[in-house]
T-cell receptor, first 113, second 111 residues
Framework: GNSVTQMEGPVTLSEEAFLTINCTYTATGYPSLFWYVQYPGEGLQLLLKATKADDKGSNKGFEATYRKETTSFHLEKGSVQVSDSAVYFC????????????FGIGTKLQVIP | EPEVTQTPSHQVTQMGQEVILRCVPISNHLYFYWYRQILGQKVEFLVSFYNNEISEKSEIFDDQFSVERPDGSNFTLKIRSTKLEDSAMYFCATWTLETQYFGPGTRLLVL
């Protein structure tokens, strides 16, 4: 079946540090890939997405590139801020139809001033 | 931008009671989903709903759960007899532009 593996947190960084959260997936075909963010006490917000190999999703300074050859979709940001503190979920949706999304376990990021 | 809305935002109930969680999906969308997130754990798929019937459900979605679209706008998740382990955040979702958009969630606490 489909699965998403992401690094376990928590990840603690100083403000302006470089962020990488690793995500790899297992799926048949060419799934769409997503990063969702959950701020404390809030729901899930779509951060970025990529729907085919070599696509780069980007939003709010975050980036992730769809790497088919390594089945990865790592999240990066060059300079994190305290306001980026949240839980980040990598997710995939299989190709074809309106299928359910499969989530990774989530990685908690804490950015300290 | 259209949004998925959910009510209530929080609900506390006694074990064995029935609860109904409500969702207003983005209008004109046809595929609806419920997910849940137990505190500190991953988001898990419960059920998908299309054309007034369940199209897929997970093993979590047992006979205690049901979904319906009672009118043209609402989409509900009912838990008939709540258990302690039903305490979780429940998210409704709908599709647009190849992406699932999630509601803000209902935090359910079963005592």
């Amino acid at each position: 079946g489909n699965s998403v593996t992401q690094m376990e947190g928590p990840v603690t960084l100083s403000e302006e540090a470089f962020l990488t959260i690793n995500c790899t997936y297992t799926a048949t075909g060419y799934p769409s890939l997503f990063w969702y963010v959950q701020y404390p006490g809030e729901g899930l917000q779509l951060l970025l997405k990529a729907t085919k190999a070599d696509d780069k999703g980007s939003n709010k300074g975050f980036e992730a590139t769809y790497r088919k050859e390594t089945t990865s979709f790592h999240l990066e940001k060059g300079s994190v801020q305290v306001s980026d503190s949240a839980v980040y979920f990598c997710a995939l949706r299989p190709t074809g139809g309106y299928q359910k999304v499969t989530f990774g376990i989530g990685t908690k990021l804490q950015v300290i001033p | 931008e259209p949004e998925v809305t959910q009510t209530p935002s929080h609900q506390v109930t006694q074990m064995g009671q029935e609860v109904i969680l409500r969702c207003v999906p983005i209008s004109n969308h046809l595929y609806f989903y419920w997910y849940r997130q137990i505190l500190g754990q991953k988001v898990e798929f419960l059920v998908s709903f299309y054309n007034n019937e369940i199209s897929e459900k997970s093993e979590i979605f047992d006979d205690q759960f049901s979904v319906e679209r009672p009118d043209g706008s609402n989409f509900t998740l009912k838990i008939r007899s709540t258990k302690l382990e039903d305490s979780a955040m429940y998210f409704c979702a709908t599709w647009t532009l190849e992406t699932q958009y999630f509601g803000p969630g209902t935090r359910l606490l079963v005592l």
